[in-house]
Antibody
Framework: QVQLQESGPGLVKPSQTLSLTCTVS??????????WSWIRQPPGKGLEWIGY???????YYNPSLKSRVTISVDTSKNQFSLKLSSVTAADTAVYYC????????????WGQGTTVTVSS | QTVVTQEPSFSVSPGGTVTLTCGLS?????????PSWYQQTPGQAPRTLIY???TRSSGVPDRFSGSILGNKAALTITGAQADDESDYYC?????????FGGGTKLTVL
């Protein structure tokens, strides 16, 4: 059974870069049947898609975040990562990683989420 | 930018049936948008209910069903139970990304 686990700093200073990693266990990140997503949820608000990556390295980003987002994959570690630059308090959120099923264009497995606070 | 619309809130009686919808600020939702639905309770990660309009995720009871109704995607819950009280989000695939709806808070009372 595939499981996803987010990891990274829980506190980031304004203007710095937020970096998170999602470790995939119980399955290979190199499978061509899936893509690998990041989603976030600010306190008290709804879910927002950040972007996703295919095992090949192709990426797609939310246009509103595109200039600040980089998603990458490390197949040797079965991990994928998120970097969000120039963060502000508005980037404070719970960040989720999720697996997407390519033929369904929807997520089927989610990580538990990790809280990131942007504050000095 | 495309806005995906959902009812902000809805209520249903225990045992009743409710249909939540997912629309577009401009245009109609079709199967080409591969609508998917997610359930989230406070403090928990989302749980996948439906993807590709009407395919139930593994382990999801058949009380939950997805469809296209008119120009919107729809999630129907039959025989509502107390633990169905949650936030429900739809997602539409846009070809080079996806967009979440704002979510519907479902109350069972």
């Amino acid at each position: 059974q595939v499981q996803l686990q987010e990891s990274g700093p829980g506190l980031v200073k304004p203007s710095q870069t937020l970096s998170l990693t999602c470790t995939v266990s119980g399955g290979s990140i190199s499978s061509g049947d899936y893509y690998w997503s990041w989603i976030r949820q600010p306190p008290g608000k709804g879910l927002e898609w950040i972007g996703y990556i295919y095992y090949s390295g192709s990426t797609y980003y939310n246009p509103s975040l595109k200039s600040r987002v980089t998603i990458s994959v490390d197949t040797s570690k079965n991990q994928f990562s998120l970097k969000l630059s120039s963060v502000t308090a508005a980037d404070t959120a719970v960040y989720y990683c999720a697996r997407g099923v390519l033929r369904f264009h929807g997520m089927d497995v989610w990580g538990q989420g990790t809280t990131v606070t942007v504050s000095s | 930018q495309t806005v995906v619309t959902q009812e902000p809130s809805f209520s249903v009686s225990p045992g009743g049936t409710v249909t939540l919808t997912c629309g577009l600020s401009s245009g109609s939702v079709s199967t080409s948008y591969y609508p998917s639905w997610y359930q989230q309770t406070p403090g928990q990660a989302p749980r996948t209910l439906i993807y590709s309009t009407n395919t139930r995720s593994s382990g999801v009871p058949d009380r939950f069903s997805g469809s296209i109704l008119g120009n919107k995607a729809a999630l129907t819950i039959t025989g509502a139970q107390a633990d169905d009280e949650s936030d429900y989000y739809c997602v539409l695939y846009m070809g080079s990304g996806m967009v979440f709806g704002g979510g519907t808070k479902l109350t069972v009372l």
